[in-house]
């Protein structure tokens, strides 16, 4: 008895010491929903905030802890791409390229592989300047990924672009794509560079940044939407991980040599305390803070429910060539 005794509060510690290991998301006030959020600061100093749902909803602020308002949606209407889902959009990733902003956004329904990658431009982001481009990517029942959770990178010069996609199936790929003013093109290429082979290739959300001299691509994995933290296991839900390349287009190894392709990833922030299946990420530089790491969690002091997800922020700290927090 002494013994079970013993062990059990020994793995109590190390579950308490495990989970402390993160620190807690900065501050976020006002309007703080967010799911899939991409985070764009512009010169004049003005945050800008964008989301899934609401045909990709716009949030400003100018303090990246808020206080955050609603100030209009990336497209009005419809997409101009007729998919099922073009009335809702999901998934935002928002790159400045030669004085014109580019939203990549992701037009699907729940777990369909009918999707479709699609892009607006901006040259202010300001709710109504935007203008619906149309398709860079699609995906259907014969293609080995599934066209969402889109991200562009640039590589070693000034005309050299990646774009990065997929979720589930055979998970992340990646293709070289053009981009002059307003035109997008997806150039060829097309590889896979990220595959979690276990049970159902739970990974999508790929976001890759540039340090140094490392490409690093984040991603998210696990459970994700629909949560029961009673039963799902506290290592099985949502969480974001990295690999890193020297090259943008790979490959990608984690920080024990393990390929991306082969399941690799180094966990950079999991659950933790009442913060909850942290993921959809991103990551930016702030010259007030640095280089941040953006992502909506869940609250458990709150609740679960999708409608629940807030925006959470840390600052990257730089170790031995790898992200931490």
């Not at 802890?65 to 990336?74: D, L, N, Y």
Request: glycine content about 10%; hydrophobic content about 35%.
């Amino acid at each position: 008895m002494l013994l079970s005794t013993l062990s059990a509060f020994l793995l109590s510690s190390l579950a308490y010491v495990v989970q402390a290991e993160y620190p807690d998301p900065g501050a976020c006030s006002g309007e703080c929903f967010t799911h899939d959020p991409a985070v764009v600061k512009r010169a004049d100093g003005k945050y800008f905030r964008f989301s899934t749902l609401d045909l990709i909803g716009i949030w400003t602020a100018d303090n990246l802890a808020g206080p955050w308002t609603r100030s209009g949606s990336v497209i009005h209407g419809a997409s101009v791409i007729n998919y099922p889902g073009n009335h809702v959009l999901w998934a935002p990733d928002v790159v400045y390229i030669r004085g014109i902003y580019y939203c990549f956004y992701s037009v699907s329904t729940s777990g369909s592989h009918v999707s479709a990658i699609g892009y607006a431009t901006s040259t202010t982001m300001e709710s109504g300047s935007w203008k619906d481009q149309g398709i860079v990517v699609t995906s259907n029942k014969n293609t080995p990924y599934n066209a969402i959770d889109s991200n562009v990178v640039n590589g070693t010069g000034p005309n050299e672009w990646y774009i990065q996609w997929g979720s589930y199936w055979n998970d992340i790929y990646q293709a070289r794509v053009a981009i002059n003013g307003e035109y997008v093109f997806r150039s060829g290429n097309e590889h896979q560079i990220a595959y979690e082979p276990s049970g159902n290739h739970a990974m999508e959300g790929s976001f890759i940044y540039k340090h140094d001299n490392y490409w690093y691509l984040f991603s998210s994995r696990g459970i994700c939407c629909k949560y029961n933290p009673k039963t799902d296991p506290i290592d099985q839900v949502y969480h974001i991980t990295v690999c890193r390349s020297d090259n943008p287009a790979g490959p990608y190894v984690d920080k024990s040599n393990v390929a991306c392709t082969k399941g690799g990833g180094t966990t950079v922030l999991a659950s933790h305390g009442n913060i909850y299946a942290p993921g959809g990420q991103g990551v930016f530089h702030d010259d007030a803070h640095g280089d941040v790491l953006y992502y909506h969690y869940l609250d458990l002091n709150v609740g679960v429910k999708y409608s629940q997800a807030k925006f959470g922020w840390n600052v990257l700290k730089w170790v031995d060539g790898w992200p931490t927090i």
